[in-house]
């Protein structure tokens, strides 16, 4: 169970994603650069917003990382470049460069801390839960399961500074969500609920959700959420595989020839754009394009 709540990326919820998600307010941000917030915006810094729309909206990594490096050159005080770095890096099996990223995430946190406390604690929480994750992949689970007191409690300073902030609460709904699914003796009932009434845009907690469902074998509610996510994702390869991964589990789980056909086409379809996703997602969705094929075969030459 830890193992999964480590592995971001198998959920596609990597904690770029956590402390991102809110892309609604993209149209008409009050001061470029934040896509947080219309009210008292931070100067977050335009490249490090395009990268979120590289990623969030197009699923292509390989262009977020062309913005990241100069995000982290222009705008080096900026925990997020940092800490989106870091999680590339991750999913790119990279645990070095991961490792880096993840102590400029803290410094760029701790420089942030006076100006600007609630973003400070919030990435000083993010910096801990990349190096949990680093910790966890080079030395094991102990480690990483010790620093979630110490995630929680910058994530309990920055919720006194403004609890109502939106890039706060979708970042500590997120980590709620994924805690609840993934650990033993939690109740993923009440962080679906808390996540759905307070997380936006509904695209991108459509996209969690449906994520979540696959992981607890909903498969109903998985479906429902992954198409209300490709309503404005048509053409992101992420949220086709991840269709085509629920599509793949209902088919093999009623041997239903159909449901196997249609995880085929999302899995054609996201392969079209593979090489732009990180190489862990590439391997993955390679894998299970085969593994859909070799199901098919096996249905099909099945005695009624």
């Known amino acids: 169970m830890i193992a999964r709540f480590i592995r971001v990326q198998q959920m596609s919820l990597s904690i770029s994603v956590a402390c991102t998600v809110v892309l609604s307010i993209w149209g008409s941000p009050s001061l470029a650069g934040d896509p947080f917030r219309k009210d008292n915006p931070r100067n977050i810094g335009g490249q490090t917003e395009a990268a979120f729309i590289a990623v969030f909206h197009e699923g292509n990594y390989s262009k977020a990382q062309i913005y990241l490096k100069e995000a982290v050159e222009t705008e080096a005080n900026e925990p997020l470049a940092h800490a989106m770095r870091a999680s590339l890096a991750y999913s790119d099996g990279d645990l070095g460069s991961m490792n880096t990223y993840a102590q400029q995430t803290l410094k760029a ?95 991108m907690v459509s996209r969690a959700l449906s994520a979540a469902y696959r992981d607890l074998k909903d498969y109903d509610k998985a479906l429902e959420s992954i198409d209300r996510a490709l309503e404005s994702n048509t053409g992101n390869p992420e949220v086709q595989y991840l269709k085509g991964q629920i599509l793949l589990n209902i088919g093999i789980k009623n041997q239903n020839s159909e449901n196997l056909q249609e995880a085929f086409t999302y899995f054609e379809q996201a392969m079209v754009k593979v090489e732009q996703l990180p190489i862990s997602v590439q391997t993955s969705l390679r894998h299970d394009h085969n593994k859909v094929q070799l199901e098919m075969d096996k249905l099909a030459t099945k005695p009624n």
Do not use: C, M
């Not at 919720?159 to 902030?165: H, I, T």
């Open 109 to 203: 946190a701790k420089q942030l801390i006076e100006e600007d406390p609630l973003r400070g604690n919030l990435y000083l929480a993010v910096g801990h839960f990349l190096e949990g994750a680093h910790t966890f992949k080079t030395k094991g689970a102990i480690g990483a399961v010790n620093k979630l007191p110490q995630i929680f409690s910058y994530l309990d300073e920055a919720e006194k500074q403004a609890p109502n902030d939106p890039e706060l609460n979708l970042l500590k709904g997120y980590l709620d969500l994924i805690l609840a699914v993934n650990l033993p003796f939690s109740s993923p009932e009440d962080a679906i609920a808390r996540f759905e009434r307070y997380a936006a845009p509904d695209y």
